[in-house]
């Protein structure tokens, strides 16, 4: 009625002018609550998430940096809408006296009234809505946790990440860079085209023609105007790999546990593997290549074994030795001992003897684990312990075999697995091979146990090598057997209340004060004297075994955390790496299964994620 009032009196004109004051007045509403909320999460030290910043740079002072540097916004922002609020009187008392100049009193205070009740109806509407994401904010920042403090993401725990034990100084770039971990993805220059349309053409070809076309055009289409992706590390950076490249006397190797990367001259490296190699007990140098003497040797088995009708012919091509690459031996340093010790690892992929060797560890799997004593992982240790009780004068004891792969007795062990097999009623389910068969091929895997290190071919005499498929399987065949013997003739007054072993790691429960007459006799087991222990003791109720700490509580019951070495690094996939989105949010599930799997109770399960959290955060 009032705007059919004015544009009968004055026009169409003086209407568009009153809902002009009207947006005016109700734009000033808005930003008055606007205001209002700005400068309470300026006096709350809240950020709104409009404002908050992000960098991939994760150190204490870059966080610093992005603090101020948000409530240096919040403030410029407040700057902003209190300019704006000015604005906006200004032009709504500019077209409030236009409309004076025009309207009749009587008519022009309608208007002034109607303007203020909306102006008043938005102010109250949008206080509301400010007030709420208000509150919700503020609820957010005051029940969210406390960054877990017993990780300190500061520049001395950032240099976990890279352990340089060169004598090279690394410069911040080198540094930088290698901090983003060994299995970081670098964005690619171009994208892969010719992978593309393989994978698309492999792709047609089962498929009917007409959508095989039309798939091949829609490849076509998405690859001609898709650009390669923005580089995710910075030209400092690709400049200082480059600089790291050109460096001959230094090598960059992943830590043997941990995760960091370790660099370390080239010169100590060959130092220690030349004096690890020296060793003949263990390593013997060879003249010659045997790598096309071993494969007549494996060739001549199998095929006996076929004509046999004892391997089928899909499994005899399986198991032909088609590759002839050399066994490759690196080793990853021990940064966790003094002396940072190398670990031998020999890599068997693609060896004439690999696919028999993964065959025979299928084939042996299920002899492993058949006894009350065998853990086969963490989460089985948590549920084995749940029903334990530590009596008043036990106390936990772990003991841990000295190299245990290399120090394997094989003839001792060949043994063992013959009488198990012999045992096995399963064992003419799994294979037609017999107990003689497998022996005969197991032998050829164990005794053919050669590797090139540098231009340098070398045996290994004695034990099992660390990377061959079949050697975790014999490793633990063995130590079920020396197991049940230490077990069996354990002396009354060290004899262990409880006995979880997981491959070469023991845990028990003794009485206090038997910790090294059990370490000397568990010495003694192995007939050839090569299985040596060593034993740790717990400290204040603890003790850490696998990736577990157990605690024992006041009445006796036991807890379990997740526990931490003092190198490890929380140091998982980077998530600007240039991986699939499943396998960074894989890393996540990993860790929280891990958690709800092996902790106890749920306090502590509460630390766990919020330490996960923050490491993944930073």
């Not at 009153?18 to 734009?27: A, C, G, N, P, V």
Request: hydrophobic share 35%.
């Amino acid at each position: 009625k009032l705007f059919s009032e004015v544009r009968e009196l004055c026009g169409q004109c003086t209407v568009k002018k009153i809902r002009d004051l009207e947006t005016q007045t109700r734009k000033i509403s808005r930003h008055r609550n606007h205001l209002v909320c700005s400068l309470r999460c300026r006096d709350e030290k809240i950020t709104p998430p409009s404002l908050r910043l992000k960098t991939g740079i994760k150190t204490s002072n870059a966080r610093d940096i992005i603090q101020k540097a948000e409530k240096a916004l919040v403030r410029e922002r407040i700057r902003l809408v209190n300019n704006k609020i000015k604005t906006l009187k200004e032009e709504q008392t500019r077209i409030s006296e236009e409309l004076e100049a025009e309207l009749p009193k009587e008519l022009n205070d309608a208007v002034r009234s109607h303007v203020i009740r909306s102006g008043e109806l938005e102010y109250l509407t949008t206080r509301d809505r400010h007030l709420g994401k208000f509150e919700r904010l503020k609820e957010k920042t005051t029940t969210q946790p406390q960054q877990d403090s017993s990780f300190d993401f500061s520049v001395a725990q950032l240099k976990k990440w890279v352990v340089n034990v060169s004598g090279k100084q690394l410069s911040d770039h080198q540094t930088s860079v290698l901090q983003k971990g060994l299995n970081f993805a670098m964005t690619p220059d171009k994208l892969p085209v010719e992978d593309f349309v393989v994978a698309t053409e492999s792709a047609c070809m089962n498929l009917p023609p007409n959508s095989a076309e039309q798939l091949r055009s829609e490849v076509a289409g998405i690859l001609k105007t898709a650009k390669a992706p923005k580089s995710n590390i910075t030209k400092e950076e690709r400049d200082a790999l480059k600089e790291l490249r050109k460096e001959k006397d230094l090598l960059i190797l992943p830590a043997d546990k941990g995760k960091a990367t370790v660099v370390m001259d080239a010169a100590e490296y060959e130092q220690k593997v030349s004096a690890m190699l020296s060793d003949e007990k263990t390593y013997e140098k060879l003249n010659a290549d045997p790598t096309q003497k071993y494969k007549r040797k494996l060739v001549t088995i199998l095929k006996r074994l076929k004509a046999e009708r004892k391997i089928t012919d899909e499994q005899y091509k399986h198991l032909y030795p088609t590759a002839e690459n050399v066994p490759r031996m690196y080793c990853t340093p021990k940064i966790h001992k003094s002396g940072n010790p190398l670990r031998p690892i020999v890599d068997y992929t693609g060896s004439i003897g690999y696919n028999t060797s993964r065959a025979l560890a299928d084939l042996l799997a299920p002899l492993v684990g058949n006894t009350s004593h065998h853990i086969k992982n963490s989460k089985h240790l948590a549920q084995e312990m749940t029903t334990i009780l530590i009596e008043e004068g036990d106390m936990f004891l772990s003991h841990d075999v000295v190299s245990l792969f290399t120090n394997t007795p094989i003839p001792e062990t060949l043994n063992i697995i013959k009488k198990r097999l012999q045992e096995d009623t399963e064992l003419k389910n799994r294979t037609d091979l017999s107990v003689d068969d497998i022996i005969e091929l197991l032998s050829f895997i164990v005794t053919t146990t050669y590797f090139k290190f540098r231009d340098n071919i070398y045996q290994q005499k004695f034990g099992t090598a660390m990377g061959s498929p079949v050697s975790p399987v014999l490793a633990n065949l063995f130590m079920e057997w020396l197991e049940q013997q230490a077990i069996a003739t354990a002396p009354i007054d060290c004899k262990p209340k409880l006995w979880k072993r997981y491959v070469d790691d023991v845990m028990e429960v003794v009485r206090k004060g038997a910790q090294q007459d059990l370490t000397d006799h568990l010495n003694k087991i192995d007939p050839t004297g090569s299985i040596q222990f060593t034993h740790e003791e717990e400290e204040n109720g603890t003790l850490p075994f696998l990736d577990t700490l157990l605690v024992r509580k006041e009445d006796g019951s036991v807890k379990l955390l997740v526990y931490r070495k003092t190198t490890h690094t929380d140091q998982y996939l980077n998530f600007q790496s240039h991986h699939p989105l499943h396998q960074n949010l894989g890393v996540i599930r990993t860790l929280l299964d891990r958690c709800n799997a092996v902790i106890t109770e749920e306090q502590d399960k509460v630390q766990e994620t919020q330490h996960i959290k923050t490491a993944l955060a930073n």
